[in-house]
């Protein structure tokens, strides 16, 4: 092999694997849940987002559901009966609520620390839908291991224009420091 061709070879390794890190660092990594809650099922079954994040539309965000909310609707004493023919994650949650011990839920949907998000005011006031910035949730069978929608700059402003043409201009704001700290 001449030297410009071992030179031409380095040079592309060095290439491949910048890329390759550039590539790795910048990807979100996969987050697992502790139960594979059933979106569609609960959904289907009557309730809304709202119903286990209490303070979606009443806080500035909408939390994860607490111990008690599953306890509403599961009875820890089913254990008792057995696991047999039981749901394995049915059997997790239980065992959870059982010992009294917090569900270690792992948050998917992060914005940089810069930026300011009031569910209340999208959700409430707005009137924005889940959907909208969440994705099609209602529709999992198990926790996304990273969120649906890639919630940019641009996807926001977007939105913003959207909304201000809907509502004829009114009260949708464009104003950098409305959500930048």
């Known amino acids: 092999m001449t030297r410009n061709g071992i030179l031409a070879l380095l040079v592309f390794i060095v290439l491949v694997g910048a890329l390759l890190i550039v590539w790795k660092t910048s990807a979100q990594p996969s987050i697992q849940q502790p139960i594979a809650y059933n979106h569609k099922r609960h959904i289907s079954e009557g309730l809304a987002c709202k119903d286990c994040h209490k303070s979606a539309l009443t806080g500035e965000a909408a939390g994860r559901p607490s111990e008690q909310t599953c306890r509403d609707c599961h009875d820890p004493g089913e254990l008792e009966e057995g696991t ?27 914005l940089p ?42 996807f926001c402003i977007n939105c913003h224009v959207q909304q201000r043409s809907a509502r004829a201009g009114a009260a949708t704001t464009r104003d950098c420091n409305a959500c930048h700290k």
């Open 113 to 154: 620390e810069h930026v300011y998000f009031s569910h209340v005011r999208h959700a409430t006031v707005a009137k924005v839908a889940c959907e909208t910035c969440h994705g099609p949730m209602a529709e999992a069978v198990r926790p996304p291991s990273a969120p649906l929608v890639s919630i940019t700059m641009d």
């Open 84 to 110: 047999e023919g039981k749901n394995p994650e049915i059997v997790k949650l239980l065992t959870y609520l059982k010992e009294k011990a917090q569900i270690p839920w792992r948050r998917i949907f992060q």
